[in-house]
């Protein structure tokens, strides 16, 4: 079979033969790997869509080398997606500044006693074994100025914030070349983003995995484009095949943004179990929940979302509640009490049941979507 053409304006903007992004994907946990590495950037990008460095949990020093290492390996563009507190010095108002890192065991001390008298409870009603984790007061959202500053200086061909606006930064990134992307769960936010004068905007939708908002995929594409024009959206939440891919162009988007198809690959920095969960998940298997971050976030369905629930504990702000989740979390790991781990996913888990290699993933979504667009629609619809 020849070499499929899947082709829209954002293949001219971005520089890259298909108009698909593999999705920013940090770590679900203090001390876990990026669910978007540099082999997994590499591959997507080598393989003509543009990978996306997940880029939150990596020190400054480590995302630089991080994006130094993807150069080395390929000449195609590629991503670097950041998460950008409202506070630009996190460690400063932490109390912290200019510490590196800290044992998790000490900043846990300073959590509400309510939430200690239950994470103990817990550990002595399961017999946990205690697990250090030392917190890294150095990332990339910790010290987004000058993360921010390393993608200019590096001139990052595609800069892409997971949280928060980066209109701000728009004019230092156009100075060098790069483009811009923003990402949002509501139409007011597409509206205010794209005012703010990036160039590519991603409308997230319910379905999706990680951090995401209350409208559905397919509600948000056509208010997201309606309210961002001229301003280009991709779609994201909930594409797993050609299908998904298809429905995406032909409801106006110039391209998508997957993140859980591509984490369930090769190449995908998640654990093995969390890789294990989404292949053996239902589309019941994933579920929102606070207890994570403090914010909505859709993870694989896992009984830490039961004992949580049952706390009745308020959630502690983002990313206060991360310290909680993560110091359980190593403890369920360390203790092999899988029922309780499940890592961040979409609903769209119940359309993956192989791992495969990132390049095989977005070469059959490109056949898929051209098998769709080309010759089955016509088949299927009566149109005149
Ligand atoms: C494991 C995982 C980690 C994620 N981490 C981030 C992140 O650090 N920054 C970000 O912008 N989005 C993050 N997301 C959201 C993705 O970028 C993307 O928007 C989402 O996965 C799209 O929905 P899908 O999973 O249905 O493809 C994460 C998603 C997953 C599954």
Not at 225 to 253: F, N
């Amino acid at each position: 079979m020849g070499k499929k053409v899947l082709k829209t304006k954002l293949c001219d903007m971005l520089g890259i033969e298909y108009p698909i992004l593999s999705a920013g994907m940090g770590p679900t946990l203090i001390g876990e790997s990026a669910g978007a590495p540099v082999e997994l950037v590499v591959a997507v990008s080598e393989a003509g869509g543009l990978g996306v460095l997940g880029g939150a949990g990596s020190t400054v020093d480590e995302l630089q080398k991080a994006i130094r290492e993807i150069r080395a390996q390929t000449d195609k563009p590629f991503g670097v997606d950041l998460l950008l507190p409202k506070h630009l010095d996190v460690g400063g108002a932490m109390g912290m500044k200019g510490i590196d890192q800290v044992p998790l065991s000490k900043i846990l001390e300073r959590l509400p006693k309510s939430h200690m008298d239950w994470f103990h409870k817990i550990k002595k009603e399961m017999e946990l074994p205690d697990v250090e984790i030392m917190v890294r007061m150095n990332t990339t959202t910790m010290r987004p100025k000058e993360s921010i500053q390393v993608c200019i200086e590096e001139k990052v061909p595609l800069f892409c914030a997971g949280l928060g606006n980066p209109g701000f930064m728009v004019e230092d990134a156009h100075a060098v070349g790069m483009k811009v992307l923003g990402i949002t769960g509501n139409q007011k936010n597409a509206r205010r983003m794209a005012e703010s004068g990036i160039d590519l905007l991603v409308a997230q939708g319910h379905e999706g995995g990680g951090h995401t908002g209350r409208i559905g995929t397919m509600v948000l594409i056509p208010a997201a484009i309606d309210a961002a024009y001229p301003v280009p959206v991709l779609a994201a939440g909930g594409i797993g095949d050609g299908r998904g891919v298809a429905a995406a162009l032909a409801m106006g988007c110039v391209g998508v943004w997957i993140g859980t198809r591509f984490l369930a690959t090769k190449e995908g920095g998640a654990l093995d179990i969390n890789k294990q969960k989404i292949i053996e998940s239902t589309d019941e298997g994933t579920r929102v929940s606070k207890a994570y971050t403090g914010k909505t976030l859709r993870a694989s369905y896992n009984r830490f979302h039961d004992i949580w629930d049952a706390s009745k504990l308020r959630p502690l702000p983002f990313p206060t509640q991360v310290l909680l989740s993560s110091a359980l979390l190593a403890s369920f790991i360390e203790a092999d009490k899988t029922a309780y781990v499940g890592g961040l996913a979409g609903q769209v888990s119940v359309l993956i049941d192989e791992i495969k290699p990132a390049r095989q993933v977005l070469e059959e979504l490109v056949e898929e979507t051209v098998e769709i667009l080309a010759k089955k629609l016509p088949e299927n619809v009566k149109v005149q």
